[in-house]
């Protein structure tokens, strides 16, 4: 699956192992490098997990329409928040798992 990221600042955030740690702490930056590599080995949202480490699940409100997965397990409130595109960067409805090969990050935090 690939990833692109929601703005620049947010990748640059995601791709430099000394800013992730400064914001989240040792744990939680290696967790988030890790499970970005890790999704990017499926084929499409279907293929992730909706049980730990990953569980894959859907959002509403602030982020309706768009899919969180744990960072390091439910315990942690940290989430990776994914939105479903197309490759033309439209928006995929959720049901259509199995055609959604690209997403793009959009927060990387606690949203709880």
Do not use: W
């Not at 620049?8 to 400064?22: F, Q, V």
């Amino acid at each position: 699956m690939r990833i692109t990221f929601d703005n620049p600042r947010l990748e640059k955030l995601a791709n430099n192992k000394k800013e992730l740690t400064k914001k989240y702490g040792d744990k939680v930056a290696a967790g988030v490098q890790r499970k970005l590599t890790q999704l990017q080995a499926f084929e499409n949202l279907a293929e992730v997990p909706t049980t730990p480490p990953f569980s894959r699940h859907n959002l509403n409100t602030k982020y309706k329409g768009c899919v969180g997965v744990d960072v390091l397990g439910r315990a942690n409130p940290m989430r990776i928040v994914l939105k479903p595109i197309d490759e033309e960067g439209n928006q995929v409805p959720l049901e259509n798992y199995k055609e959604v090969t690209k997403v793009v990050v959009i927060f990387i935090g606690d949203y709880h």
